[in-house]
C-alpha cells in the first residue's frame, strides 16, 4: 500500500491499494459512484487553484519544467544513467529535461578529464 497525504499536509496518511484499478473492482455500484463525485468534486477544487499557463507565463515562469537548465548534480546524475546504459528518453523524463538536452550533456566531456 502506498501512503498519501491530501493537499500535502501532515494530517494522518491515507492508505491506497498498489494495485488500485484491481481494488475499484470489489467496490460497489453505490460506492463506485461515491468515490467517482468525489473525485470530481476535488479535481475541479484542484483545477481552480493551479495555475494556467497563460498565468504562469505572465509570471515569468516557464510552462514546461524541462526549459529549465539542468544543475551540475543533475548533470553529473545524467551522465551516470546514461553511463549505466538508460535510455536517453527515459533519463530525460526522469529529471524533467528535454531529450536533446540529455544527448548534449552525454556529449560533453568531463570537467578535467580531456580523454573523456
Known sequence: MALC?????SATPYL???DLPKALNWLTVHEFDTLAKAVQIEKKKRAASSPTDAELR???EPSKPYLLKPRVG???AIRAAIKAGAKATTVAKQFGVSKAT???IAKQ???GNPRA
Do not use: K
Not at 497525504?5 to 499536509?9: I, K, L, T
Open 5 to 9: 497525504e491530501p493537499n500535502g499536509s
Open 16 to 18: 491506497l491499494p498498489t
Open 58 to 60: 505572465a509570471a515569468g
Open 74 to 76: 543533475q548533470i553529473n
Open 102 to 104: 540529455v544527448a548534449e
Open 109 to 111: 566531456p568531463l570537467f
